[in-house]
């Protein structure tokens, strides 16, 4: 959106053709399903996610994206609350492949890399995963 403004410049402290970046809050969602934009994937069939199923395997769910704020978009059908989602490594899953969840930062093996506790290991031949679980929150978009 652009919008364009004039301003008193009595005192001369702005000059010609400069411009500010300005956030509007045009509404507030409330009780909104929100998911990371990097979960969200986009093909012939339409937008979707991978959601990870409780034995750790993913199964590719059609979504409704709502407004997008930052990393954040709003899920207007498709994903409840609770579910996870892949949000890295998904150019190479497809439908019922196993994923292997990363441990959290605090449960992570002194002897592993810090990769290895940020990114998943994938059992041969399915790809990394990494998880995001998505919940309520108040989305404001712009």
Do not use: C, W
Not at 29 to 47: C, D, E, F, K, Y
Not at 112 to 127: E, I
């Amino acid at each position: 959106m652009k919008v364009r403004a004039q301003f008193d410049n009595a005192d001369n402290a702005l000059f010609p053709n400069q411009f500010v970046n300005a956030q509007l809050l045009v509404k507030t969602l409330h009780n909104v399903v929100t998911v990371p934009t990097a979960a969200i994937q986009r093909g012939a069939p339409g937008s979707y996610v991978y959601v990870i199923n409780a034995d750790n395997r993913v199964s590719v769910r059609p979504v409704n994206i709502g407004p997008t704020d930052g990393p954040m978009a709003a899920v207007n059908s498709g994903v409840s609350v609770g579910e996870r989602v892949v949000v890295d490594g998904t150019d190479r899953l497809r439908d019922g492949a196993r994923v292997i969840m990363p441990a959290a930062p605090s449960q992570a093996p002194a002897a592993d890399p810090p990769s290895n506790a940020q990114n998943p290991q994938p059992q041969n031949p399915t790809p990394n995963a990494q998880p995001q679980s998505p919940g309520h929150s108040q989305h404001q978009h712009k």
